[in-house]
């Protein structure tokens, strides 16, 4: 399995990105998929996750400004994200379940909001 993850950058405080994660195969449609964060210094953290009926999950910080979606015949997901705020800066990273575990990552995509 294959994760290729675009749309990170740079965007103002306030600003919105929306990140694209593209899952090779079709095990994308099947599967949980994620989207966590890593800062410098700081531990991976899980910021959404969707599974293959649509359901969703975020985390404390993030409720009600990023959107997690996806496309099962695309074997894509997405992490819309807005009021985006400069301590969530970080490099994120879309992510597979198997058997309940995160198994699979894509390369990561840094997300930079800075004024």
């Known amino acids: 399995v294959q994760l290729v993850e675009s749309g990170g950058g740079l965007v103002q405080p306030g600003g919105s990105l929306r990140l694209s994660c593209a899952a090779s195969?079709?095990?994308?449609?099947?599967?949980?998929m994620g989207w966590f964060r890593q800062a410098p210094g700081k531990q991976r953290e899980l910021v959404a996750s969707?599974?293959?009926?649509?359901?969703?999950n975020y985390a404390d910080s993030v409720k009600g400004r990023f959107t997690c979606s996806r496309d099962n015949a695309k074997n894509t997901v997405y992490l819309q994200m807005d009021s985006l705020k400069p301590e969530e800066t970080a490099v994120y990273y879309c992510?597979?379940?198997?058997?309940?575990?995160?198994?699979?990552w894509g390369q990561g995509t840094q997300v930079t909001v800075t004024s």
């Open positions: 969707i599974t293959p009926g649509g359901t969703t």
């Open positions: 195969g079709s095990i994308g449609s099947i599967a949980t």
């Open positions: 992510s597979l379940q198997s058997r309940s575990i995160w198994s699979y």
